[in-house]
């Protein structure tokens, strides 16, 4: 081994110092799998300087591929982060049991070319349960079936639901379902450890000491809670987003883990300036001393993208320089909102390319995912409304965008065709229409046929439209926050009752209305006192032994919210559509 290598060593290794005791000493060789058979056979020679570590320390490979880690803690993980042009073609990790004092890990590497874009999915927040296994099944169909060469896919946490609040015999239960299932991905697959992934944390019953609990069980069956591979010469790292904190009622909170943060920064340290990085976790990265040890650590390199989940939203903010993209939720229909809008079933493509990202949002249920960027989903329309709208597009066979709306239809205009994605505009015309709730149907056609994709979307354009109840109508609704008098509830401009003067915690309210108070769309006003906030959840009329929400928000959405500014009342606005038998308006 040469000094330059030396003093690399001893300095990643010095990162890690403890003064824990270590019970196992590991000893192995990293070899180039050149038949792909995942065995060392004769002539098949080792790789120098690939990293090997235990999560702690990171070691490279001797000429011969040989490493040894010592005082390597145990249970625990020693695993392989691959060479450029390679790929494991066994186990690139290694679980030791708690009474392993020697062991022997050999990892194999087989060829594998890596130029040209590199195409991957992300799939995060899958909150896998029995009930749930035949749509997780279509997600995985529809990555296997994507019209591009998939690299990898990467699983950025809460693979399950719900090991946090499960014994380890119901988590390994939980764990097993997820592991056979996505296994029928034809793409290899990286896991990333989410908040869900802790066993039994949330439970009084079980021992904190047992060595499945916490994140225990997860490396025990998934591997490393932070590693890094390679493709081309492209680093993802991926982050333990949790910090375990018996001090809270869930027995972890949110925040980037410090023995995550200093393995990666361990890792950062071993690249050359400019290297490209990718970063891959469950939560977001908030302003945390561990974040801010991370982010010093990227200095000098060359962050692309940071990809999480936890929100279980679509949206695309920065981190580091770089956009940072939330991926959905491949569970929206079992375990989040109702698809559209805003966050429908959900995973992310993205391609690299000379370190240039491009990434789309798909939806498992479609061919293709079609995108409104702009009006905001929550806009109400009139008029003339400029849509601008991008369709998926990977392999540049999508041939033109439409839309209907009531007995109109709207052929869309091309603004630009990306990577993975063209945009149209549309001008929808609203002119005319009665207000109401419409379902917005867009058509996107190729040489295929043509695939649908509705949405409802809400007309307020100053035509109000009749409506004759067939008997009692009441509004419900749960309030905090109101705590002064002069607080009041409107439909339709007119004042049908007051807010409560205090609302500690969440209040039911129930107002009985005049049927011949409604409209087709009504309008309703919860205006709070003058320096109040309102916090509204669960806003309904119930007419007709059924329930008629806002189709702009899903039932299951926590709640809206306002506040006062000096001088200015909050208020918050609903629009109801009894008519509508869509299933967001029910």
């Known amino acids: 081994m040469n000094r330059k290598a030396t003093t690399l060593l001893l300095f990643l290794a010095a990162c890690f110092t403890s003064t824990s005791v270590w019970s196992a000493n590991v000893t192995g ?196 809670t932070t590693y890094a591979f390679r493709w081309g010469r492209y680093h993802f790292v991926a982050l333990d987003g949790s910090t375990i904190d018996p001090s809270r009622p869930t027995g972890y909170r949110d925040g980037l883990d410090a023995a995550s943060a200093d393995w990666a920064t361990g890792y950062l340290a071993a690249l050359a300036e400019g290297e490209p990085v990718i970063l891959l976790i469950h939560q977001p990265l908030g302003n945390t001393p561990t974040v801010e040890q991370l982010a010093g650590a990227l200095q000098g390199k060359r962050l692309l993208l940071t990809l999480w989940g936890h929100g279980h939203g679509r949206t695309v903010g920065r981190f580091g320089g770089a956009p940072a993209v939330m991926g959905g939720a491949v569970s929206s229909p079992w375990h989040g909102h109702v698809p559209y809008p805003p966050n429908p079933r959900s995973h992310v493509l993205v391609r690299l390319e000379d370190d240039t990202v491009d990434f789309v949002f798909l939806d498992w249920a479609y061919d293709r995912s079609i995108d409104v960027l702009r009006p905001a989903w929550e806009q109400t329309l009139a008029g003339s409304v400029d849509f601008e709208v991008a369709v998926s597009d990977p392999d540049g066979s999508l041939g033109g965008l439409s839309c209907r709306l009531a007995d109109r239809s709207f052929t869309g205009r091309r603004l630009s065709t990306g990577k993975l994605a063209g945009k149209y505009g549309l001008t929808v015309d609203t002119a005319g229409l009665p207000d109401g709730v419409y379902d917005l149907v867009f058509v996107a056609q190729d040489a295929q046929g043509r695939e649908e994709e509705s949405r409802p979307v809400v007309v307020h354009g100053g035509q109000p439209g009749p409506f004759e109840a067939p008997g009692p109508v009441v509004l419900q609704y749960e309030i905090h926050g109101s705590s002064r008098e002069g607080g009041e509830v409107l439909i339709n401009g007119r004042a049908v009752g007051a807010l409560p003067v205090s609302a500690e915690s969440w209040q039911k309210v129930s107002i009985r209305l005049e049927p011949e108070s409604l409209r087709r769309l009504n309008e309703i006003t919860l205006r709070a006192a003058e320096g109040d906030r309102l916090e509204v959840r669960r806003l309904q009329l119930n007419l007709d032994g059924r329930a008629c929400r806002d189709v702009r928000f899903a039932a299951s959405r926590p709640r809206q919210s306002a506040r006062s500014s000096e001088g200015k009342r909050s208020e918050l606005v609903f629009f109801l559509d009894p008519t509508y038998r869509g299933p967001r308006g029910e």
């Open 29 to 224: 060789r990293v070899f180039l799998d050149a038949n792909r058979n995942g065995v060392a056979d004769s002539g098949e020679a080792g790789i120098a300087g690939c990293l090997v570590s235990d999560g702690r320390r990171l070691v490279r490979t001797d000429e011969h591929g040989d490493y040894r880690l010592t005082d390597v803690v145990a249970p625990g993980v020693v695993f392989v982060v691959n060479r450029p042009d390679t790929w494991p073609t066994g186990p690139w990790w290694m679980h030791l049991a708690e009474d392993e004092g020697q062991a022997s890990v050999d990892f194999a590497l087989g060829p594998q070319q890596q130029s040209g874009p590199l195409y991957f999915v992300q799939g995060t927040d899958m909150h896998l349960r029995p009930d749930a296994v035949s749509m997780y099944r279509t997600y995985v169909e529809h990555v296997n079936g994507l019209p591009v060469p998939v690299g990898f896919v990467v699983h950025t946490g809460d693979l399950v639901v719900d090991a946090l609040r499960s014994t380890p015999d119901e988590a390994a239960k939980l764990f097993d379902l997820y592991g056979r299932t996505s296994d029928d991905l034809i793409a290899p697959r990286r896991d990333v450890i989410g908040n869900h992934e802790h066993v039994g944390l949330a439970r009084s019953d079980v021992d904190a000491k047992h060595p499945d609990s916490g994140k225990g069980m997860y490396r025990r069956l998934f591997g490393p």
